[in-house]
Structure formats: structure tokens, C-alpha cells
T-cell receptor, first 117, second 112 residues
Framework: GAVVSQHPSWVICKSGTSVKIECRSL??????MFWYRQFPKQSLMLMAT?????????EQGVEKDKFLINHASLTLSTLTVTSAHPEDSSFYIC?????????????FGPGTRLTVL | SQKIEQNSEALNIQEGKTATLTCNYT??????LQWYRQDPGRGPVFLLL?????KEKRKERLKVTFDTTLKQSLFHITASQPADSATYLCAQNSGGYQKVTFGTGTKLQVIP
């Protein structure tokens, strides 16, 4: 149980284009999901908290107009990187909490590798 | 501001020995600390959670301790195996429901 998937697993795009990444909780409902970014040899940095049915909460320094988050249902959150540039190239990972006994544990997706040319 | 630090960037250990990884936090004690394993190009996988009022928790070959006096958590892998080679991340709750902050990780290499 508590499986989180991401799609695509990797994407290469041209500078200036937009890329959408999907995060799904497969066997549970998640009112809250989290989006992280991880640069090589660095730890996960929280970008934003995605709330079902309401606006996302962004961390300081993260541009909300550049990283659009939509939490349309209890099992799906999407992150759209708008007008992507090479410096946006990174590993993007989402997570969700499955509730129940493990209310404090987050389950992570496999990540999406974004490369902007 | 609250910080969480894993001082060892890398740790090499002989197969069969016990690996010990350290996580230190500053200022106030978090309500809980978590340990995750991350393999290259993959998302983190949850291993153990230990709460502020718990001194020790075990799961198979894994053991985690929480010392609020030293502001430290230790993560032990006994009888280490090459398959244990990975980056291990500690994380603390950082305000807000379910929100966590991660340390920089320790890359463990178990040598056959």
C-alpha cells in the first residue's frame, strides 16, 4: 500500500516551453501533497505544499507563477514548470501522506528528471 | 532558524560491520525525526520514524535513537550488506501539518 507514482519519469524540453509533471496516489487519497526539487548531490528542497481544492502554499524563494500547482482531486496533483530554462533542470519529486496509523510518514514518488536544453 | 545536519557526506564500511549515521538538529527538539533511504535517480523510501518521547526504535537490522540532550539522532545498520549502499536522509517536522525538512544526506558504501 501507499504507492505514489509520477509521470513522466524523465523529460527533455527546449528552453521557453512548459512541462507538466503528474503525481498520483495510487491506493489512497491525499488531501495534501508536497513537491520537492533536488539538485545533484544535494538534499530535497521543499518547493510547495499542494492542497486539494485550494491554492498551493509556496516556500520562500519559489516563484508561484513559474511553478504552477494544481491539486484537482484527492489522488492527483500536477506541477507545471512554465517557460522552462536550463537552470530549472533538476530532479522533481512529489510526496503524499497516506493517513491512518502512519499520519506523519510521507511516501514519495519515483521522481521526474527534467532537462531543459 | 531550525536546522538539521548530517555531518558525514560519505561513509565507507566493511560488510558485516555496523554502520552508524548521525543527524544533528539545532534549537528546539522536533516532535519526531524520520530516516529515509534514497537510491540514485529514485525518490526517498521511508525507513523509520522516532518521536521526541522515544529513545530508541528498531526495525529488523535498523535501529534509530533520539537524544534530546545531545540534539542528535543516530541511525544504525547492523550486519551491513552491499545492498545497504545508498544515501540515507534524516528529516524533521518543520511546522505545518506533515511538512518536513531534510538533511543533506550521508552516502553509505558497504564494501564486500
Amino acid at each position: 500500500g501507499a504507492v505514489v507514482s509520477q509521470h513522466p519519469s524523465w523529460v527533455i524540453c527546449k528552453s521557453g516551453t512548459s512541462v507538466k509533471i503528474e503525481c498520483r496516489s495510487l491506493d489512497f487519497q491525499a488531501t495534501t501533497m508536497f513537491w520537492y526539487r533536488q539538485f545533484p548531490k544535494q538534499s530535497l528542497m521543499l518547493m510547495a505544499t499542494s492542497n486539494e481544492g485550494s491554492k498551493a502554499t509556496y516556500e520562500q524563494g519559489v516563484e508561484k507563477d513559474k511553478f504552477l500547482i494544481n491539486h484537482a482531486s484527492l489522488t492527483l496533483s500536477t506541477l507545471t514548470v512554465t517557460s522552462a530554462h536550463p537552470e530549472d533542470s533538476s530532479f522533481y519529486i512529489c510526496s503524499a501522506n497516506s493517513g491512518g496509523e502512519s499520519t506523519d510518514t510521507q511516501y514519495f514518488g519515483p521522481g521526474t528528471r527534467l532537462t531543459v536544453l | 532558524s531550525q536546522k538539521i545536519e548530517q555531518n558525514s557526506e560519505a561513509l565507507n564500511i566493511q560488510e558485516g560491520k555496523t554502520a552508524t549515521l548521525t543527524c544533528n538538529y539545532t534549537n528546539y527538539s522536533p516532535a519526531y525525526l524520520q530516516w529515509y533511504r534514497q537510491d540514485p535517480g529514485r525518490g526517498p523510501v521511508f525507513l523509520l520514524l522516532i518521536r521526541e518521547n522515544e529513545k530508541e526504535k528498531r526495525k529488523e537490522r535498523l535501529k534509530v535513537t533520539f537524544d534530546t540532550t545531545l540534539k542528535q539522532s543516530l541511525f544504525h545498520i547492523t550486519a551491513s550488506q552491499p545492498a545497504d549502499s545508498a544515501t540515507y536522509l534524516c528529516a524533521q517536522n518543520s511546522g505545518g501539518y506533515q511538512k518536513v525538512t531534510f538533511g543533506t544526506g550521508t552516502k553509505l558504501q558497504v564494501i564486500p
